[in-house]
């Protein structure tokens, strides 16, 4: 165990923490590039793909009567495509390897942090039961053919464990900002409260668009794209328009505190890579609207939200610091007792 203590110390579980962020990020990423590329059924079936652990290459992997075999899957009028087979277990294998990393963060944590603070180890818990839930809702988006509701709250479940991994993160790191000074004023944190539920509200009404995007492209098809965007309907405009309003309240607490914060705060650092972020997501957001939504847009447009609704969670996190800081010193003097 002494062994064990010395590789894993505070400061590797923190880098295996971020990793695992990124990780999670990177996963949201390939989920929204199976979803605009179509390849959601390239796998019929869960956990394996086609019946076989490692998929097909060619049709003639498969039997004749594949089609008539998963027919209740969407494949009656389908044909074996090689490309969206392999983007969609490719999608699989990052989930388990997803999986794998939060297992080990656990782990990480209760080496670390067993007996200092145990928040971290149970939150580093909650997140590998998350993951596992998250494994089984893959299963059942699956079986349903791609409901749309499913796959939406597939996407928001990935929100939430990375939020978990989050807090995880900066609970662990509270003590390196213990003498970094970052003043908002009650106002500028009153705006970043409601900047960060306004973004939330922007992404979950992007998944309502997005759900009408996969409706239209199935009447319409790939080859009548440039159609699509005029068939969107009023929950496209108000998406488009509410971007607006999600930046002005953005830059209502980042601008004070850009002002007011020397340039290697690292809260001001994180509120600048925010607005970045959110400028970068509304070019896509116009390359979606003016190009005939590009395939590659879409799930770019999707990471770039949810990785600035990240940052942002773990800027309210810094800027509350103290009270992390009050309850990881309260933890560790309780189990120093024990």
Same mark, same amino acid.
């Given at each position: 165990?002494?062994?064990?203590?010395?590789?894993?110390?505070?400061?590797?579980?923190?880098?295996?923490?971020?990793?695992?962020?990124?990780?999670?990020?990177?996963?949201?990423?390939?989920?929204?590039?199976?979803?605009?590329?179509?390849?959601?059924?390239?796998?019929?079936?869960?956990?394996?793909?086609?019946?076989?652990?490692?998929?097909?290459?060619?049709?003639?992997?498969?039997?004749?009567?594949?089609?008539?075999?998963?027919?209740?899957?969407?494949?009656?009028?389908?044909?074996?495509?090689?490309?969206?087979?392999?983007? #969609?277990?490719?999608?699989?294998?990052?989930?388990?390897?997803?999986?794998?990393?939060?297992?080990?963060?656990?782990?990480?944590?209760?080496?670390?942090?067993?007996?200092?603070?145990?928040?971290?180890?149970?939150?580093?818990?909650?997140?590998?039961?998350?993951?596992?839930?998250?494994?089984?809702?893959?299963?059942?988006?699956?079986?349903?053919?791609?409901?749309?509701?499913?796959?939406?709250?597939?996407?928001?479940?990935?929100?939430?464990?990375?939020?978990?991994?989050?807090?995880?993160?900066?609970?662990?790191?509270?003590?390196?900002?213990?003498?970094?000074?970052?003043?908002?004023?009650?106002?500028?944190?009153?705006?970043?409260?409601?900047?960060?539920?306004?973004?939330?509200?922007?992404?979950?009404?992007?998944?309502?668009?997005? #759900?009408?995007? @996969?409706?239209?492209? @199935?009447?319409?098809?790939?080859?009548?794209?440039?159609?699509?965007? @005029?068939?969107?309907?009023?929950?496209?405009?108000?998406?488009?328009?509410?971007?607006?309003?999600?930046?002005?309240?953005?830059?209502?607490?980042?601008?004070?505190?850009?002002?007011?914060?020397?340039?290697?705060?690292?809260?001001?650092?994180?509120?600048?890579?925010?607005?970045?972020?959110?400028?970068?997501?509304?070019?896509?957001?116009?390359?979606?609207?003016?190009?005939?939504?590009?395939?590659?847009?879409?799930?770019?447009?999707?990471?770039?939200?949810?990785?600035?609704?990240?940052?942002?969670?773990?800027?309210?996190?810094?800027?509350?610091?103290?009270?992390?800081?009050?309850?990881?010193?309260?933890? #560790?003097?309780?189990?120093?007792?024990?």
């Amino acid at each position: 165990m002494t062994s064990l203590n010395n590789l894993i110390n505070e400061r590797s579980f923190r880098r295996l923490a971020l990793l695992t962020v990124i990780a999670v990020y990177l996963l949201i990423l390939v989920g929204g590039i199976v979803r605009s590329t179509g390849s959601g059924m390239g796998c019929p079936d869960w956990p394996k793909c086609f019946g076989q652990w490692v998929p097909p290459t060619n049709v003639n992997e498969l039997p004749v009567n594949y089609q008539e075999i998963y027919s209740h899957r969407g494949y009656a009028n389908t044909e074996f495509n090689v490309v969206k087979t392999w983007t #969609e277990y490719l999608n699989r294998l990052l989930g388990a390897l997803i999986g794998v990393f939060i297992f080990l963060t656990f782990i990480a944590s209760t080496v670390a942090y067993w007996r200092k603070d145990r928040a971290i180890v149970g939150y580093s818990f909650l997140a590998f039961i998350l993951v596992g839930f998250q494994g089984w809702l893959g299963a059942k988006v699956v079986s349903s053919v791609l409901a749309t509701w499913l796959i939406t709250l597939h996407m928001l479940l990935a929100i939430v464990i990375v939020g978990v991994l989050m807090y995880v993160m900066a609970r662990s790191r509270a003590a390196l900002l213990v003498n970094e000074q970052t003043n908002v004023s009650k106002t500028g944190q009153r705006w970043l409260l409601i900047s960060s539920i306004l973004l939330l509200t922007q992404i979950l009404l992007g998944t309502q668009v997005r #759900e009408v995007v @996969d409706e239209v492209a @199935d009447q319409f098809g790939a080859q009548q794209r440039f159609r699509w965007i @005029d068939e969107l309907g009023i929950r496209f405009y108000i998406h488009r328009s509410f971007s607006l309003v999600v930046l002005a309240t953005q830059l209502l607490w980042i601008w004070p505190l850009v002002k007011s914060q020397s340039p290697a705060n690292t809260v001001r650092q994180l509120a600048l890579s925010m607005v970045a972020l959110i400028g970068v997501e509304i070019a896509t957001g116009i390359v979606m609207a003016y190009w005939a939504i590009p395939a590659w847009a879409q799930p770019v447009h999707l990471t770039l939200a949810v990785v600035a609704l990240g940052i942002q969670f773990l800027v309210i996190l810094f800027v509350k610091k103290e009270t992390l800081l009050i309850n990881t010193a309260r933890s #560790e003097v309780r189990y120093e007792q024990v």
